[in-house]
């Protein structure tokens, strides 16, 4: 299984660009990287996936050096809104971890 | 597309007692999984089943727990003789058809239990 490490917690102010970095040190040949949102007494929702290099969508984007032993997500401008814990998720099915997360809070 | 939906959202339950969970995946999605998670965790995978068939279990999911997915669309998760450790959101999870690496899975909003 590939396990994973993120810090803890993370504080950042409105308006800033956070970066979240996971380490995943033993990733398969054939595993993604999957960042997920989790807001209390909700499910994760999926953020954004990638395989390597660089991905960008509406919400965020995810850099992928070529080792790929780590991963960082990148939360352009954030809001009070994005105070949540992130997960990020190597592999798939029965071959994955979700870890303990970040908590990211947002202070105004 | 009404999403990911699991019932009971919560239940309280006496030590002993069998519970079971319902969880409704996304129309056509044929990948289905169960996680637990206590507070201040992430998500613990339980299974994950394909269509009807349950491909990976955890060495989580003692031989008090057992799930089910009996027609490949919903899926129903039992607990036996529960016990106070028990205590846990239980979360489930579908995806759509495609190639397993590259898997989304779609959270419902979990089913919270408490064993007095």
């Known amino acids: 299984l590939a396990k994973t490490t993120q810090p803890i917690s993370m504080d950042s102010y409105e308006g800033q660009e956070v970066n979240i970095t996971c380490s995943h040190n033993?990733?398969?040949?054939?595993?993604?990287i999957t960042w997920y949102q989790q807001f209390p007494s909700q499910g994760p929702r999926f953020i954004i996936q990638g395989y390597k290099t660089k991905v960008t969508n509406e919400v965020a984007s995810l850099f992928i050096p070529a080792d790929r032993k780590s991963s960082t997500l990148s939360l352009p401008r954030v809001s009070l809104s994005d105070t949540a814990v992130y997960y990020c998720l190597v592999g798939f099915a029965g071959k994955s971890t979700f870890g303990d997360g970040t908590t990211l809070t947002v202070k105004p | 597309d009404t999403g990911v939906s699991q019932d009971p959202r919560h239940k309280i339950t006496k030590r002993g007692q069998n519970v079971t969970f319902r969880c409704d995946p996304i129309s056509e999605h044929n990948r289905l999984y169960w996680y637990r998670q206590t507070l201040g965790q992430g998500p613990e995978f339980l299974t994950y089943?394909?269509?009807?068939?349950?491909?990976?279990k955890s060495r989580l999911l003692s031989d008090r727990f057992s799930a089910e997915r009996p027609k490949g669309s919903f899926s129903t998760l039992e607990i036996q003789r529960t016990e106070q450790g028990d205590s846990a959101m239980y979360l489930c999870?579908?995806?759509?058809?495609?190639?397993?690496?590259?898997?989304?899975?779609?959270f419902g909003p979990g089913t919270r239990l408490t064993v007095l």
């Open positions: 089943f394909q269509n009807e068939a349950q491909l990976e």
């Open positions: 999870a579908s995806s759509p058809r495609g190639v397993a690496s590259t898997d989304t899975q779609y």
């Open positions: 033993n990733i398969a040949t054939n595993d993604y």
